[in-house]
């Protein structure tokens, strides 16, 4: 196996999320302070999108791919498709990472939300992709293990849509290197944006997540999946709804309001798939609940998997018209948003980071207690941040809606909004303080670990036979209900949800991709 480039991408998703997190640190001080915003460069206005440009394509991005690298090639008992093509990938990444932290202090800057960066960087992120699409689907065509886990299933799912999502949302018309228009206009504009933005949060922060935790968590728990028919059901529903609920970011706009009724029913639609994954996870622990006490990993995994499961009871809430009424354009939605990247993404990654750095540098952890104190400096810090900001977003929707006896607006004056929030505002600079000494205390460990490594890696070799052409699979088993006339139809709903025609399916890449795309 080729455990050179997860290390390289293992590195890369720690550094880079120190440095996003670091700036989230640097703007929430801003709005607490607003003297701090003291040069064009390093306002809030340039490093609010390269904070959450560092945190999504840096720290998620670097990571998505450590779990990729590391688990395809034991999933599928075979090495990458091409070492080149990992090393374009890995070095491609970086340099545009580089890229956006130097274009969007400057200003360059598209106006749309996770779609900043200029046309330039937005081709080479579209190439570097392929890069790493070429690698992905290579090494399933190559495989020598016929049936496809349910991880990689999700990889698949994000592979597809992110670059059909990417490349959509970013067509523009150039008028210089740095500067474009989109071809998108008004609603439509705004329409596609958010077709973008909310499967950007989708297929970027919670599918490829979904497949890390399909793969990492049994193994960290050293059980099974709970169930392989509630992960068929989860990964199909879940990929269907999702990519049809991006128009709830739009409710009381322009968007007409079909399109902004039908975004609503397919987000509450949305929270069982979702919880039907959370589920899964969870219950895979059965049997190993009393290990979550003295094991790190299943800490930072556990309480992962939970803000998951809040997070995506919250989003349909949310969703909701009645709701959004009160929530739109409040604080409550950058609560939202981070216990769901604090919470689920942030939380999952440093299971896997402290899960794989042993067995990556084949060395014991070096500070097994500083993974213990990560975990609870990062949990009081993501409480400290979001328990607040949940209070400043009610508390913004509350003094917006309120009216005097002679009804007019009690509050008519954003600044006296502005004032009151200002406390709440230093609480969450705290909190992000906090998770970031975590991260600090993370990468720290993780480089004493890296000094103990061997002078020569380990890198044993594993054969497993290539796969026969010509393969049928088996014919499905019976019904095994009882015969008679009555329940002839039955039968056959029996076999069907039974769900092992799945794995026909799983055992053609090429057919589970496309329907996949098309789902």
């Given at each position: 196996y080729d455990d050179a480039i997860v290390r390289q991408f293992l590195g890369a998703t720690i550094v880079w999320g120190i440095v996003g997190m670091l700036v989230g640190v640097v703007v929430a001080l801003q709005l607490a302070d607003p003297a701090l915003n003291f040069a064009p460069w390093l306002?809030?206005?340039?490093?609010?999108?390269?904070?959450?440009?560092?945190?999504?394509?840096?720290?998620?991005?670097?990571?998505?791919?450590?779990?990729?690298?590391?688990?395809?090639?034991?999933?599928?008992?075979?090495?990458?498709?091409?070492?080149?093509?990992?090393?374009?990938?890995?070095?491609?990444?970086?340099?545009?990472?580089?890229?956006?932290?130097?274009?969007?202090?400057?200003?360059?800057?598209?106006?749309?939300?996770?779609?900043e960066l200029e046309w330039p960087i937005d081709v080479a992120v579209v190439l570097v992709?392929?890069?790493?699409?070429?690698?992905?689907?290579?090494?399933?065509?190559?495989?020598r293990e016929r049936h496809l886990y349910v991880a990689i299933w999700f990889y698949i799912a994000t592979v597809v849509t992110i670059a059909i999502l990417y490349i959509f949302n970013n067509l523009v018309v150039p008028a210089g290197w740095f500067r474009s228009y989109s071809i998108y206009a008004g609603t439509q504009d705004a329409f596609m944006q958010w077709w973008y933005g909310h499967n950007a949060v989708a297929f970027f922060l919670t599918t490829p997540f979904l497949g890390l935790m399909y793969y990492f968590l049994p193994k960290a728990a050293e059980r099974p999946v709970f169930s392989y028919r509630l992960s068929i059901v989860h990964f199909w529903s879940l990929v269907f709804l999702y990519i049809w609920a991006g128009p709830h970011h739009l409710h009381y706009t322009a968007l007409p309001e079909w399109a902004s009724t039908l975004g609503m029913l397919f987000s509450v639609m949305l929270w069982m798939p979702s919880w039907g994954g959370m589920l899964n996870g969870l219950l895979t622990l059965r049997g190993a609940w009393h290990r979550v006490a003295t094991d790190p990993?299943?800490?930072?995994?556990?309480?992962?998997?939970?803000?998951?499961?809040?997070?995506?009871?919250?989003?349909?809430?949310?969703?909701?018209?009645?709701?959004?009424?009160?929530?739109?354009?409040?604080?409550?939605?950058?609560?939202?948003v981070h216990a769901g990247a604090l919470g689920w993404v942030?939380?999952?990654?440093?299971?896997?980071?402290?899960?794989?750095?042993?067995?990556?540098?084949?060395?014991?952890?070096?500070?097994?207690?500083?993974?213990?104190?990560?975990?609870?400096?990062?949990?009081?810090?993501?409480?400290?941040?979001?328990?607040?900001?949940?209070?400043?977003?009610?508390?913004?929707?509350?003094?917006?809606?309120?009216?005097?006896?002679?009804?007019f607006l009690q509050f008519p004056d954003f600044i006296e909004t502005?004032?009151?929030?200002?406390?709440?505002?230093?609480?969450?600079?705290?909190?992000?303080?906090?998770?970031?000494?975590?991260?600090?205390?993370?990468?720290?460990?993780?480089?004493?670990?890296?000094?103990?490594?061997?002078?020569?890696?380990?890198?044993?070799?594993?054969?497993?036979?290539?796969?026969?052409?010509?393969?049928?699979?088996?014919?499905?088993?019976?019904?095994?209900?009882?015969?008679?006339?009555?329940?002839?139809?039955?039968?056959?709903?029996?076999v069907v949800g039974q769900l092992r025609w799945h794995r026909i399916w799983e055992g053609r890449a090429l057919t589970f991709t496309v329907w996949t795309a098309i789902a």
């Open positions: 306002s809030f206005g340039r490093l609010r999108p390269l904070h959450t440009n560092a945190v999504i394509f840096a720290f998620a991005g670097n990571a998505i791919f450590t779990a990729v690298y590391y688990s395809m090639q034991r999933l599928l008992k075979a090495r990458m498709f091409s070492d080149l093509l990992s090393r374009v990938h890995f070095w491609g990444w970086q340099a545009i990472i580089v890229a956006a932290a130097i274009t969007l202090p400057l200003g360059f800057n598209q106006s749309k939300e996770y779609a992709w392929v890069v790493f699409a070429i690698n992905f689907f290579g090494t399933i065509l190559r495989r990993v299943l800490k930072f995994f556990v309480l992962g998997v939970t803000f998951y499961g809040m997070s995506t009871f919250e989003g349909p809430v949310l969703s909701v018209k009645s709701v959004n009424a009160l929530s739109h354009y409040t604080d409550w939605t950058i609560a939202h942030g939380f999952m990654t440093f299971g896997m980071a402290y899960w794989l750095a042993p067995r990556l540098f084949q060395t014991p952890m070096a500070k097994p207690g500083w993974m213990n104190a990560h975990f609870w400096i990062a949990t009081i810090g993501l409480f400290l941040y979001v328990i607040p900001i949940y209070a400043a977003g009610l508390t913004q929707g509350l003094m917006w809606r309120a009216f005097n006896a002679e009804g502005v004032r009151v929030l200002i406390p709440y505002y230093w609480f969450r600079a705290a909190g992000g303080s906090l998770y970031l000494l975590g991260a600090v205390l993370c990468l720290a460990n993780l480089l004493l670990t890296w000094r103990n490594r061997p002078a020569q890696y380990d890198e044993p070799v594993y054969e497993s036979p290539a796969l026969a052409r010509g393969y049928r699979p088996p014919p499905l088993p019976g019904s095994t209900l009882p015969q008679g006339s009555v329940i002839d139809a039955a039968h056959t709903l029996d």
